[in-house]
T-cell receptor, first 115, second 108 residues
Framework: EAGVVQSPRYKIIEKKQPVAFWCNPISGHNTLYWYRQNLGQGPELLIRYENEEAVDDSQLPKDRFSAERLKGVDSTLKIQPAELGDSAVYLC?????????????FGPGTRLTVL | DAKTTQPPSMDCAEGRAANLPCNHSTISGNEYVYWYRQIHSQGPQYIIHGLKNNETNEMASLIITEDRKSSTLILPHATLRDTAVYYCIGQGGEKLTFGTGTRLTIIP
């Protein structure tokens, strides 16, 4: 069974440029998460989807970050424009449903470097 | 979610049992204790969870004290591939709140 797929694995951009990350969760998983992980820190939740609905986006910086999960399967996280402080690893995770929300399966992440 | 406290780093000799402690003195009665680990350049990986009984699976054992204020994750025969950051999470809702974890290094 394929795990959570993320692309790209690495991205280097200059500040003020836009960037997008893509995630394909495990087949059949209704809940999808985007996390940001700064160096030396644990992952921090940005947004959580139940199917195509964003049910928790309280930590998403909405002035520059946006996300979508059309058709309730794969998802895209976008930053526009990127700032130096956005350099981090962006992780996508999925879980089967709300009942098993704490057992999450993570992708390898996208390492973003903003110059 | 309960606040958890873990030592920042630990070493363990290869082949020995690795015992990773976690304090969660503010955990409430309906909050579970979850353990994840993160190997370098990978996403976190679920290991085990428990409420008040000890739990064991193919990866590890989880020992929770009777008062539920602390727990210990046990890797019975550590290998070099167990080198990772281990996160202890007290969770009662639908999201995980990661701390900074314990960096476990397995020494050959």
């Amino acid at each position: 069974e394929a795990g959570v797929v993320q692309s790209p694995r690495y991205k280097i951009i200059e500040k003020k440029q836009p960037v997008a990350f893509w995630c394909n969760p495990i087949s059949g998983h209704n809940t999808l998460y985007w996390y940001r992980q700064n160096l030396g820190q644990g992952p921090e939740l940005l947004i959580r989807y139940e199917n195509e609905e964003a049910v928790d986006d309280s930590q998403l910086p909405k002035d520059r970050f946006s996300a979508e999960r059309l058709k309730g399967v794969d998802s895209t996280l976008k930053i526009q424009p990127a700032e130096l402080g956005d350099s981090a690893v962006y992780l996508c995770a999925s879980s089967l449903d709300r009942r098993t929300a704490a057992i999450q399966f993570f992708g390898p992440g996208t390492r973003l470097t903003v110059l | 979610d309960a606040k958890t406290t873990q030592p920042p780093s630990m070493d363990c000799a290869e082949g020995r049992a690795a015992n990773l402690p976690c304090n969660h003195s503010t955990i409430s009665g309906n909050e579970y204790v979850y353990w994840y680990r993160q190997i370098h350049s990978q996403g976190p990986q679920y290991i085990i969870h428990g409420l008040k009984n000890n739990e064991t699976n193919e990866m590890a054992s989880l020992i929770i004290t009777e008062d539920r204020k602390s727990s210990t994750l046990i890797l019975p025969h550590a290998t070099l591939r167990d080198t990772a950051v281990y996160y202890c999470i007290g969770q009662g809702g639908e999201k995980l709140t990661f701390g900074t974890g314990t960096r476990l290094t397995i020494i050959p």
